[in-house]
């Protein structure tokens, strides 16, 4: 854990929206629609994660969802370590594909936070000098169905979840089949807030979406 977990302002807002990140540069104005009306109906956190755009589109991308996020959203950028600057976002996210955590942080310094996409069994060094973490699957999940594929995790539960909070430490949203019937278990278990991949983003109406879930949290928030 790094020098920024003193200062709790740089953390990711409670519900964080992921892109699909198979997109093409064909797709990305219906993304960005998308992105405006779930950002109308409240939606403050994007994680930008398309592999498939070249930088240029990425970039262009990349800027068009932190207008539409406007100043008090956040925009995380994964893994385009070399054009975090020029994106403007709010915090360089990794996986396990990305650069190692320590090599991300020479070309963006010690002040950006850097999180990690985690597993329960990710190596621990995978994640050092991360400062937050999206840990997956909770429940199972429409994007992930086949346990016979070779990317298939089994899903954690709340109490294995809990378990992977009280192992590492680091600030935590859960990702992957959070819904109404565990994210108030979740929260109390130690979650820092959720991450959604398709719930808002890859909806055809992500501002309905957008509502409901923000609706969860506001469950979330007064289950205390």
Not at 57 to 67: Q, S, V
Not at 186 to 201: H, S
Request: with cysteine; hydrophobic share 45%; net charge negative.
């Amino acid at each position: 854990m790094s020098r920024l977990v003193a200062n709790q302002d740089w953390t990711p807002p409670p519900l964080v929206a992921l892109t699909p990140g198979n997109l093409t540069l064909a797709d990305c104005a219906a993304l960005v629609q998308r992105c405006e009306a779930a950002v109308a109906a409240g939606l403050r956190g994007v994680l930008l994660r398309e592999r498939c755009l070249f930088d240029r589109d990425f970039l262009a991308l990349a800027g068009e969802l932190r207008r539409k996020l406007g100043a008090g959203g956040w925009l995380g950028i994964h893994d385009r370590a070399h054009l975090f600057a020029a994106c403007d976002g709010d915090a360089l996210h990794l996986g396990w594909w990305s650069l190692e955590p320590s090599a991300a942080r020479t070309l963006v310094g010690e002040a950006v936070p850097i999180g990690f996409s985690a597993h329960a069994d990710d190596p621990q060094q995978n994640r050092q000098g991360c400062d937050y973490l999206l840990l997956a699957p909770v429940a199972a999940t429409r994007s992930h169905p086949d346990p016979e594929a070779v990317d298939w995790r089994a899903p954690l539960g709340v109490d294995g979840f809990e378990s992977e909070l009280r192992r590492d430490g680091r600030p935590t949203w859960a990702l992957g089949g959070v819904d109404a019937t565990n994210a108030a278990a979740l929260r109390r278990a130690g979650a820092k807030g959720i991450a959604v991949l398709g719930a808002i983003l890859g909806q055809s109406d992500p501002g309905t979406a957008a509502r409901g879930t923000a609706a969860l949290l506001d469950a979330w928030e007064n289950d205390r």
